[in-house]
């Protein structure tokens, strides 16, 4: 299970959100501020420069973005190194899917091979499709069919599409908080549980007739929903909980899920997009054994490789999404660019490295030390703050936006400020030259040392140091 018990973390959770958020000292706040404007001119100018013909200035929504986001030179190892010269260490990670280091280069060799000789796309049949399938297989036992797609978003789209032709019904339950993807039945209770619309604008209401969100961890509602339901075509989950599991998944929960799906013919989903080979080699099925009908594959097949994601299962609901001109029921699914020869050589090679290298054990012990180590750091300074880690993906609460109780209009007030709080964190690494998703989760990769972990350990001691 991750690193810390559940019936802690939720205590720790309880702790932080029923108390006023440990903010900065004023002057440490302006000093962390100041600094990251001196230091980074360039990224600003760029930020400037792209917010005439960029939304917002920026394209990427796990870009840190506080005080103003940061424009990369370069990456390799675990650094990121910006266009003002900073290296920062990086815990980023891309959102996941880098866990053998930037620049792998066997991995990139390899690839730059695969497209001199076949180019980045064609539109017939390559053998990496099958080899690259094959690998997922072997630590995916429960995908008997596989196939290849562009983005987690598009897998989680055509799971629910699947589901919903194989089971000829039509309620997909999320579990509230969780992300699948930005296709327009999902952006629904994401993030905070129980903020059911609030995310989901410019989707006309009547997109969601048969989308509903059961609250995390707690089966009978779920049991009940069924009940009210009754044709539910499939349950999809996090298997570490809501947002990579910052809201934490408990012990069993994975599990009665399944069964509670299978004595109904529901069919479960796994997003496995995050926890593949980052929880376990085997993701979160192998890690929480339970076994889904599909699961759900994003960018880590591709180790960040672009147009990168799969979806798999048993072999008569797969049936269903068979691709070509054939006639028959059909969940229909595309993609021009989908299974391109680049995709596919750099998910088998990089399912190879990651195997030969042991990538995820090293990566999985690199976050065990730094989240042992920031809790031990956090009683020091008498911090309710916590960390905890599932395999190679670690969690540091600092303010609990995802324990919020949205019931209570006390803890609803909260968010924005508690929010605020993880922006000013963000920037706070920075200043000491880290750089984290959302000032609140570290993804670790192989490259990450004891030296550098510890490094890291001593540059959060600083931060502690700003608090009130
Ligand atoms: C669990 C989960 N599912 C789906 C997605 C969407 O994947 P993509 O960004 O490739 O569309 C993400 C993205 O982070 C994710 O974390």
Redesign the pocket.
């Known amino acids: 299970m991750s690193s810390m018990k559940y019936e802690d973390m939720r205590a720790k959770i309880e702790n932080i959100v029923n108390q006023p958020i440990r903010k900065f000292k004023t002057e440490e706040l302006k000093g962390i501020i100041n600094r990251y404007h001196k230091n980074h001119p360039k990224s600003k100018a760029a930020y400037e420069r792209a917010k005439k013909i960029i939304p917002g200035g920026v394209e990427h929504n796990?870009a840190f973005n506080h005080p103003f986001p940061l424009t990369s030179k370069r990456v390799y190892e675990c650094y990121m190194e910006t266009i003002d010269n900073i290296v920062l260490t990086d815990y980023l990670m891309c959102?996941?899917p880098i866990i053998l280091g930037h620049q792998y280069k066997p991995l990139i060799d390899k690839v730059i091979e695969v497209i001199q000789e076949l180019g980045p796309c064609h539109g017939i049949t390559n053998e990496y499709e099958y080899m690259a399938a094959e690998q997922l297989q072997k630590y995916f036992p429960s995908c008997k069919i596989i196939r290849w797609l562009q983005?987690?978003?598009?897998?989680?789209m055509l799971a629910i599409r699947i589901a919903r032709t194989f089971t000829n019904r039509k309620w997909i339950i999320k579990i509230g908080g969780?992300?699948?993807?930005?296709s327009d039945q999902l952006v629904y209770d994401m993030h905070v549980p129980g903020t059911k619309l609030l995310e989901s604008h410019g989707i006309p209401k009547n997109v969601f007739k048969w989308t509903d969100s059961s609250p995390p961890n707690d089966i009978e509602t779920l049991k009940q929903m069924f009940k009210e339901k009754r044709k539910v075509a499939a349950v999809i989950i996090?298997p570490m909980g809501g947002?990579?599991g910052s809201i934490p998944v408990k012990p069993g929960f994975n599990k009665e899920v399944e069964e509670l799906c299978h004595e109904n013919k529901t069919l479960m989903i796994s997003?496995?997009?995050?926890?593949a080979f980052r929880l376990s080699m085997q993701g979160g099925q192998g890690y929480f054994d339970y076994t889904p009908d599909i699961s759900?594959f994003?960018?880590i097949v591709g180790h960040g490789f672009p147009s990168a994601?799969a979806i798999g299962g048993r072999a008569d609901v797969m049936s269903v999404c068979a691709g070509g001109v054939s006639g028959g029921k059909k969940a229909y699914s595309g993609g021009t660019l989908a299974a391109n020869p680049l995709t596919c050589a750099a998910a088998y090679y990089a399912m190879k490295y990651v195997e030969e290298t042991n990538a995820s054990e090293k990566a999985i012990k690199a976050a065990t030390r730094l989240s042992t180590g920031l809790n031990k750091l956090f009683e020091d300074y008498n911090l309710p703050w916590f960390s905890y880690n599932y395999g190679a993906t670690v969690h540091f609460h600092t303010s609990c936006l995802f324990g919020l109780d949205l019931g209570d209009s006390q803890q609803a007030g909260e968010l924005p400020k508690r929010k605020d709080f993880m922006g000013e964190m963000g920037a706070a690494l920075v200043d000491q030259e880290l750089i984290s998703v959302a000032g609140s989760r570290f993804y670790t990769c192989m490259l990450h040392t004891n030296e550098i972990i510890d490094e890291t350990i001593q540059k959060i001691d600083k931060i502690c140091q700003k608090i009130e």
Do not use: M, P, R
């Open positions: 796990l959102g996941g983005s987690g978003t598009e897998a989680d969780s992300y699948h993807g930005w996090e947002e990579s997003d496995e997009v995050v926890c759900v994003g960018k994601a």
